[in-house]
């Protein structure tokens, strides 16, 4: 007997194939009348492939009495309510490492972007400006100035390696003291003032929601540029607007936002900010590195192994 899944969202299109093949599966996302959809399959559905930003907490858990697991495409779990899953004795999964050299280009990408003004250069090209208007006015090199990274896990630590290619030097801050060749700072408002460019790698959730605010915008200054790849929540998104606006820092790079796939229009028509569609893992290779991984955890415990990758 297959067991029986839900997926909370429209996923990566073959691991949910996969998926598809070896589980009954039963698909949240399409379901019109939600709370009849789960009532109907309440007592057989045993684990969640979580897909995107439906908010995976106590409420659905108790809704769905009888899952062991849930199984999450993507490294953050900010969506997960980890202390509901805890009291309930779920077992929560992800897929850490396999992304990590992926979403540290898109890193550094943001940061060159962000200071070169490259996307913006093209616009001005393609516009036919070139000719009319002569060269693009100058930009800000990498090469010389400080990266400070919020959050120096693995993602971070591959940041680093990259951005010291280019020249740049390396501070951080986290909760805890690394033992790490780079300069620690024991706060993001102090980070952010030895800092040229605060790049923003901590995960999302309660904890870190609104922690880069005016305090630390202001810390960074007219000069500095802020870059995130995590999660939008963990910037004042009206704020950053705002000082962005009001050229109170130089730029931003953002590959996050906090009510995606929608972004503020406000974004789109300032030229101090570079802005992706959330593309940090979005290559085959690692979407499919991250799917194999979630189908993993799936087999694992459902053929009673431990999974591989266990938040809690
Ligand atoms: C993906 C991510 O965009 O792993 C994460 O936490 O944010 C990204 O890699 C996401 O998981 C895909 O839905």
Redesign the pocket.
């Known amino acids: 007997m297959k067991p029986d899944i839900i997926f909370t969202g429209k996923?990566h299109a073959a691991t949910q194939a996969t998926l598809e093949a070896e589980f009954t599966v039963h698909k949240l996302f399409e379901a019109a009348d939600k709370a009849a959809f789960l009532k109907e399959r309440s007592q057989k559905v045993r684990g969640i492939a979580s897909?995107?930003h439906l908010p995976v907490d106590g409420k659905l858990m108790d809704q769905l009495p009888k899952v062991e697991v849930i199984c999450n495409?993507?490294?953050?779990v900010d969506q997960i309510n980890l202390d509901d899953a805890k009291a309930r004795k779920i077992i929560v999964t992800n897929?850490p490492d396999v992304?990590n050299e992926c979403?540290a280009d898109t890193a550094l990408a943001l940061v060159m972007n962000t200071l070169r003004k490259l996307p913006q250069c093209e616009a001005y090209l393609r516009a036919g400006k070139w000719a009319s208007g002569g060269p693009y006015p100058l930009a800000t090199s990498l090469g010389g100035k400080t990266l400070g990274i919020l959050g120096l896990g693995r993602i971070g630590e591959a940041i680093a390696k990259r951005a010291m290619a280019c020249g740049m030097k390396i501070r951080y801050h986290n909760r805890n003291k690394k033992d790490v060749p780079y300069p620690y700072d024991p706060d993001v408002v102090t980070l952010a003032k030895n800092s040229n460019v605060l790049m923003v790698v901590t995960p999302g959730g309660a904890e870190t929601r609104g922690l880069v605010g005016a305090k630390v915008l202001d810390a960074l200054g007219p000069k500095g540029y802020v870059c995130n790849i995590a999660r939008g929540s963990v910037i004042d998104e009206p704020v950053l607007l705002r000082y962005l606006q009001e050229n109170r820092i130089a730029g931003a790079g953002l590959d996050?936002f906090v009510d995606e796939p929608r972004v503020p229009p406000e974004f789109f028509t300032l030229e101090n900010c570079v802005l992706f569609p959330?593309v940090?893992?979005?290559t085959v290779e690692t979407r499919k590195a991250?799917g194999d991984l979630q189908i993993a955890n799936l087999r694992a415990h459902f053929s009673g192994k431990p999974v591989l990758t266990r938040v809690v």
């Open positions: 996923g897909f995107g495409f993507g490294v953050g897929t992304l979403v996050v959330h940090g893992s979005a991250m």
